[in-house]
């Protein structure tokens, strides 16, 4: 079975304070190193540091709780905004920026934070204006409120359990550093590369992968800026990226794009994660700025799970091979005897890099160094591919149906661009319904008659859809991953 040696980087207990010193000693040995590129300014590692020492005053009159929401745009203020907490001895909750404010209450609520930290992306003077401080009401009343938060500092990063609360991934500063060594060992990144900040840093995969690495590692990062859909592009160019990490809806997007915009001549690398990759845009992205694209599978609980070092394994639907430092093994499914070549398993992942557990409610599949996910895979000469997601199983009348293999039918048929297959919950019927939301080339690339013939010539009735919905593009959150929500609610035909 293929696996990579664990080889435990971090031992003992590392505390936040060796993120707080890589930070000081960047502004001893290279006060003047400009760190942050914008559009027509920059952010020194000096002037991030008057900032944190100016947002350090404010968080240092949070209440009792350790826990402060942090909220802001791709910037230098979000990076003090950082600093200045763990300095505070504060962990900070990373949310989008976008939250609409009643569930930026309800996180608050839920979790017992004790305020909000809002920073804006670029300082405007000498001042406080850029940043926002809110205290929570005296009593939360939240399933976190009045617990203990376990001593290990770091991030708390805000996902939904599966009962939709709000909950959060404990993730201590010794997993961060796992993490950003390990993957910066695995993608070959220096200290001359330039990250393009396009994905937002509250995400994990924009803090790992950007943040964190600008931070610790004084790698300079460039803040598009432009609201130009193809802004993040026109930044690279203009400040000669070479580190582009972003994700499958915006590599489809400039494909698909009459004009697509022009790449930089020094970008060398491109990683695509937080949703699947499909093969047709891997191979027009190569056909078209004559560079392949590198997947990068994890997950906030982890960090880093598996890569692509050769840049062809999107092309051919796999994810690569275990990042550096990363155990990958597959878990037999209860139904199935072992996970020999082929055969499908459940992920589960054992590295340095994984989370204490989640916060405030538990599960056993997350912590002590290994994380159970509810991936399914197996293995492909050696590379790991995924078949879909163990929660995402539909009762048909007591019979199951595997949201994936539908989907993998859908996608071989000519005009079919991305499918995605989800339950109908009927209320007193005693099982739920299959719907495919199907993204097509145009109007009238297939009907829902060829769509329904195509699966019933392949499947047996319960796992043909019920429900057929024909759109442009498959709804997604602001994280790029599709909203399956979102699919239940949509129009039936």
Not at 76 to 105: C, F, K, M, N, Q
Not at 412 to 427: K, N, S, T, Y
Not at 472 to 486: H, I, M, S, T, V
Request: hydrophobic letters at 40%.
């Amino acid at each position: 079975m293929p696996s990579s040696c664990v080889r435990m980087a971090f031992v003992g207990v590392i505390s936040v304070d060796a993120i707080t010193e890589a930070w000081a000693r960047l502004v001893r040995r290279r006060p003047d190193h400009s760190l942050v590129l914008g559009s027509g300014r920059t952010a020194s590692v000096r002037d991030i540091e008057r900032m944190t020492g100016i947002a350090e005053r404010v968080t240092t009159s949070a209440g009792e709780s350790r826990l402060v929401i942090l909220v802001g745009r791709n910037g230098p203020g979000y990076l003090a905004g950082l600093l200045a907490l763990w300095r505070s001895d504060r962990i900070p909750v990373l949310v989008d920026s976008g939250t609409p404010i009643p569930e930026l209450e309800r996180v608050q609520a839920h979790l017992g934070c004790s305020a909000v930290l809002r920073t804006r992306a670029w300082p405007e003077g000498d001042g406080e204006g850029w940043l926002e401080w809110q205290d929570s009401a005296s009593d939360p009343g939240g399933s976190g409120s009045g617990m203990t938060v376990p001593i290990d500092d770091g991030v708390f990063k805000v996902t939904s359990g599966t009962t939709g609360d709000p909950r959060a991934v404990m993730t201590p500063a010794r997993s961060l550093l796992a993490d950003d060594e390990a993957l910066t060992t695995t993608m070959g990144l220096g200290s001359d590369d330039r990250f393009l900040a396009a994905v937002p840093l509250s995400h994990s995969y924009g803090f790992s992968s950007v943040a964190l690495p600008a931070i610790v590692r004084g790698t300079q990062i460039i803040v598009p800026e432009s609201s130009n859909p193809f802004g993040a592009l026109e930044a690279a160019v203009e400040h000669s990226a070479t580190f582009l990490p972003t994700t499958p809806a915006y590599l489809q997007a400039l494909v698909r794009s009459a004009r697509p915009p022009q790449a930089p001549s020094t970008m060398r690398l491109v990683i695509a994660a937080g949703a699947p990759l499909a093969p047709e845009t891997a191979r027009r992205f190569r056909k078209l700025y004559g560079q392949p694209v590198h997947v990068f599978y994890g997950a906030s609980e982890c960090g880093g799970i598996t890569y692509d070092r050769e840049g062809s394994a999107a092309e051919r639907g796999t994810l690569g091979t275990p990042v550096d430092d990363v155990s990958v093994e597959l878990e037999p499914l209860e139904s199935e005897a072992g996970t020999e070549a082929g055969e499908r398993g459940v992920v589960v992942v054992r590295s340095a890099a994984v989370a204490n557990g989640y916060f405030p409610s538990t599960e056993g599949r997350l912590g002590e160094g290994r994380y159970r996910t509810a991936d399914l895979g197996s293995w492909r000469d050696g590379e790991l591919v995924l078949h879909g997601r163990v929660d995402r199983t539909i009762n048909v009348k007591g019979k199951k149906v595997d949201p994936g293999e539908v989907e993998r039918l859908l996608r071989r048929l000519p005009g079919v661009r991305e499918a995605a297959v989800v339950a109908l919950v009927r209320h007193g019927a005693g099982s739920d319904a299959v719907r495919a939301v199907v993204a097509v080339d145009s109007p009238n690339a297939v009907t829902v008659e060829s769509l329904r013939r195509h699966l019933s010539e392949r499947l047996p009735p319960h796992k043909v859809p019920r429900s057929f919905l024909l759109v442009n593009e498959l709804p997604r959150n602001e994280r790029g991953k599709l909203d399956y929500r979102a699919m239940t609610r949509q129009g039936r035909s």
